[in-house]
């Protein structure tokens, strides 16, 4: 168990040593820079933090970020941190269970380290917002490891069964067609932020060249926006829903949107000037979405099953999906205490309608493809 833990703290350790190798080439190749060894190292902590959805105070002003192509990475440091935990040997559930957990607290001990050695810069992180955040990225580091390694590794035979036994079967055929409907969602998002960009380059050129930040604040400033690529997906999908998004001051719905001042952040200058009712269309994405998530659970079962099979199994990967989706936006939504972006995500009722454009069309289309399959054979 102790191995275990060691390898959990390390998986967070390994993301900040990795970190420092950017920040502190920017800070040592940027003329301009007049922070010390300590406010980068602070820096480098702070990313980290952001990264598992920490507060950051600075000079009295909250932040919370997390950018989540960082957050990702540190989800994959922990996966390759957690297969490593695991010995070269047979192991009973119960041993893997402990190694599992104390993997989890070694995570997340490291995380209030962490917060701890960032106070010797210029910023403070609250410890208790770096609780849950690493928990939900160890964990998710130890779920990538169970169900990769777990018909790959002959060691992990009983990681196999603890997976298979705490599943329900119903659930573990749904997991696939949520995950893969989720992907569909994610390339609509994705598309919708391409064709933003494209549409007011224009524009956000002209705030990158006011902005003015030189060749390393130019690269760095560049690398920020893409690491939040994914927080500007989320955001899609959550507006695909039905619901406003809010940056700051700015309301974005579907045919009317508020307007309202906005800092000097080049990719905010892609957001539309105002929208029409026909955006109202876009309802459809979620919809299709949860179809095609209902069409490809019944594939995971039998011609013979059941009606209601097909459904739960439908049901099941639509709640799923939505879960996740929660999840994301938990991690891409933003908050400045003070300033101009007092909140940035999607309003609370995408929460609410995101299962109802998810489920409903799910078990719908399960049904459908139900009866065609036993009446057109």
């Known amino acids: 168990m102790p191995l275990a833990f060691g390898y959990g703290a390390l998986s967070a350790i390994g993301v900040v040593i990795a970190?420092?190798?950017?920040?502190?080439?920017?800070?040592?190749?940027?003329?301009?820079?007049?922070?010390?060894?300590?406010?980068?190292?602070?820096?480098?902590?702070?990313?980290?933090?952001?990264?598992?959805?920490?507060?950051?105070?600075?000079?009295?002003?909250?932040?919370?970020?997390?950018?989540?192509?960082?957050?990702?990475?540190?989800?994959?440091?922990?996966?390759?941190?957690?297969?490593a935990a695991f010995p070269d040997e047979r192991l009973h559930a119960r041993d893997l269970r402990l190694i599992l957990l104390a993997f989890i607290g070694g995570y997340v001990?490291?995380?209030?380290?962490?917060?701890?050695?960032?106070?010797?810069?210029?910023?403070?992180?609250?410890?208790?917002?770096?609780?849950l955040g690493p928990f939900v990225v160890a964990a998710a580091g130890v779920a990538w490891t169970a169900w990769h390694e777990r018909e790959h590794s002959p060691e992990l035979k009983a990681l196999d069964d603890l997976v298979l036994d705490a599943t329900p079967l119903l659930l573990q055929r749904s997991i696939r067609s949520g995950l893969r409907g989720l992907r569909?969602?994610?390339?609509?998002?994705?598309?919708?932020?391409?064709?933003?960009?494209?549409?007011?380059?224009?524009?956000?050129?002209?705030?990158?060249?006011?902005?003015?930040?030189?060749?390393?604040?130019?690269?760095?400033?560049?690398?920020?926006?893409?690491?939040?690529?994914?927080?500007?997906?989320a955001l899609g999908a959550g507006w695909f829903t039905g619901s406003s998004v809010h940056v700051g001051a700015v309301s974005i719905g579907h045919g009317a949107m508020t307007p309202g001042t906005l800092p000097m952040i080049p990719v905010l200058g892609a957001l539309?000037?105002?929208?029409?009712?026909?955006?109202?269309?876009?309802?459809?994405?979620?919809?299709?979405?949860?179809?095609?998530?209902?069409?490809?659970?019944?594939?995971?079962?039998?011609?013979?099953?059941?009606?209601?099979?097909?459904?739960?199994?439908?049901?099941?990967?639509?709640?799923?999906?939505?879960?996740?989706?929660?999840?994301v936006w938990w991690f891409a939504t933003a908050r400045v205490s003070t300033g101009l972006l007092d909140y940035v995500g999607p309003g609370w009722n995408a929460w609410v309608l995101l299962p109802v454009l998810f489920v409903p069309p799910a078990v719908a289309v399960a049904g459908v493809r139900h009866w065609m399959l036993n009446h057109t054979h």
């Open 19 to 83: 970190l420092m190798v950017p920040v502190f080439a920017a800070w040592t190749i940027d003329s301009q820079s007049s922070s010390s060894w300590n406010d980068t190292l602070g820096v480098t902590i702070d990313l980290w933090a952001l990264a598992h959805r920490g507060h950051v105070n600075v000079d009295g002003t909250s932040v919370v970020f997390s950018p989540l192509v960082l957050t990702f990475l540190c989800v994959l440091a922990a996966r390759f941190g957690a297969r």
């Open 109 to 131: 001990a490291a995380a209030q380290v962490l917060a701890v050695v960032a106070s010797l810069g210029a910023s403070h992180i609250s410890w208790w917002s770096l609780l």
């Open 184 to 233: 569909w969602l994610a390339l609509a998002s994705l598309v919708l932020v391409v064709a933003l960009v494209a549409w007011h380059g224009g524009r956000v050129w002209t705030v990158h060249q006011q902005l003015n930040p030189g060749l390393v604040g130019g690269i760095l400033l560049v690398a920020a926006q893409l690491l939040a690529l994914p927080n500007l997906m």
């Open 272 to 327: 539309p000037d105002g929208v029409g009712p026909w955006t109202w269309i876009f309802l459809l994405v979620p919809i299709a979405v949860g179809g095609w998530i209902g069409w490809d659970a019944v594939g995971a079962l039998t011609r013979l099953s059941s009606l209601r099979a097909k459904c739960t199994v439908a049901l099941c990967a639509a709640a799923l999906a939505t879960l996740v989706m929660w999840l």
